[in-house]
């Protein structure tokens, strides 16, 4: 005697398929869409909240198998994994309007490759699939132009409703922006605050960054000037702290930890990333050399009760590609390559928990006395 099987009985089995990070159940979070039943082929679509998730496959299996042990193993169950990234964004906003999730890349100092780390998460988030920009913010200092081989870049403009819009060059699936693309390279900018901040209003305000999940802001070192108008800016989501395992550079790295979570600020830190764990070189590919400390990073993170995202060894490579303009993380099978990429999944991850969990972050309004 068969048993008659609808779309309720579906989504009731479903039911006992829980969300590994947010600890509530698929239908409930409404992650389950177009269910079709056809003799005992048995289909639906899983709708992740981004196309990073490094659980894809794990959610896959278990809702196959809640259908086989609450409904029967007779039927074949065809999943097919779909993503919307999430967003706490309001559609009411007006600057940026198209953008999800808004993500500060921030070092309390310089020379931990902060902008290596901006840019090679951006390109491993665009290859998971999701759609990404990344904004050079470091006026004083800009890397994407040599770090994407676009020295000699020139955005184009366009005429948007009445108003000259500048146009992102897209490279590697990126939508990519920075100062460098405007001025010489051998050029020093010598600009008060007021100037840079300038700048960067421009770069973000008058700029065509159309629709996007996540939107990478490479910010310079420090605490400074770039970061107050970003944050009396933009809602920012989240903050990534790049530093390296020894301990000058963690004591920097707290200022970073500190300047966003102030109760005036209140940006949510979505993780650490400690780069230069450790050295490998290419020939002994399974050795480590912890030159500048070890775990350091990973103790900051445990102590600021915080994500450790990644850890990204020294290789030659990085420099290498760096300097040639093709970021490491566009290669699947090496080392550093997977690093970058479990880098981007970590943070897609921690971004979906943060916009379930939090509120939307606040455009900042500092008040002088």
């Not at 006026?139 to 184009?156: C, E, R, T």
């Amino acid at each position: 005697m068969k048993t008659s099987v609808s779309k309720d009985t579906v989504l009731e089995a479903l039911r006992n398929v829980l969300d590994p990070d947010l600890k509530k159940d698929l239908v409930s979070l409404n992650m389950i869409d177009n269910v079709v039943i056809e003799g005992n082929q048995i289909g639906f679509d899983v709708v992740l909240t981004t196309p990073a998730c490094p659980l894809k496959n794990k959610i896959k299996q278990d809702c196959v198998d809640a259908v086989h042990r609450f409904i029967g193993s007779q039927y074949t169950v065809n999943v097919k994994m779909e993503s919307r990234v999430s967003t706490r964004r309001k559609e009411t906003e007006k600057l940026l309007k198209g953008v999800k999730n808004i993500i500060a890349v921030a070092s309390g100092k310089g020379g931990v490759g902060k902008s290596t780390i901006a840019a090679n998460l951006a390109v491993a988030l665009a290859k998971t699939g999701a759609s990404v920009g990344l904004l050079d913010a470091d006026i004083y200092g800009p890397s994407v132009p040599i770090m994407f081989d676009l020295m000699n870049a020139q955005p184009l403009g366009k005429d948007i409703d009445g108003k000259t819009r500048i146009l992102p060059i897209e490279k590697y699936g990126l939508k990519l922006l920075s100062i460098g693309f405007f001025v010489k390279p051998e050029q020093a900018l010598i600009w008060r605050g007021v100037m840079a901040t300038n700048a960067l209003n421009q770069l973000i305000n008058d700029t065509e960054w159309g629709d996007l999940d996540y939107f990478i802001i490479d910010l310079p070192p420090g605490t400074g000037d770039i970061h107050l108008t970003m944050v009396q800016t933009l809602p920012v989501t989240g903050a990534i702290i790049v530093s390296t395992p020894q301990e000058v550079a963690l004591a920097d790295a707290r200022k970073a930890f500190n300047m966003f979570t102030q109760k005036e600020i209140k940006v949510p830190i979505l993780g650490l990333v400690e780069n230069m764990s450790w050295f490998t070189p290419d020939e002994l590919p399974e050795n480590k050399y912890f030159i500048f400390g070890k775990e350091g990073g990973k103790k900051l993170a445990l102590e600021s009760n915080v994500e450790l995202l990644g850890q990204i060894p020294i290789v030659q490579s990085i420099r290498e590609s760096g300097d040639s303009g093709s970021p490491v993380a566009l290669e699947d099978k090496t080392i550093v390559g997977k690093a970058f990429l479990d880098l981007a999944q970590n943070l897609a991850r921690q971004v979906a928990i943060r916009n379930a969990t939090l509120d939307p972050t606040k455009i900042v309004e500092i008040k002088y006395s």
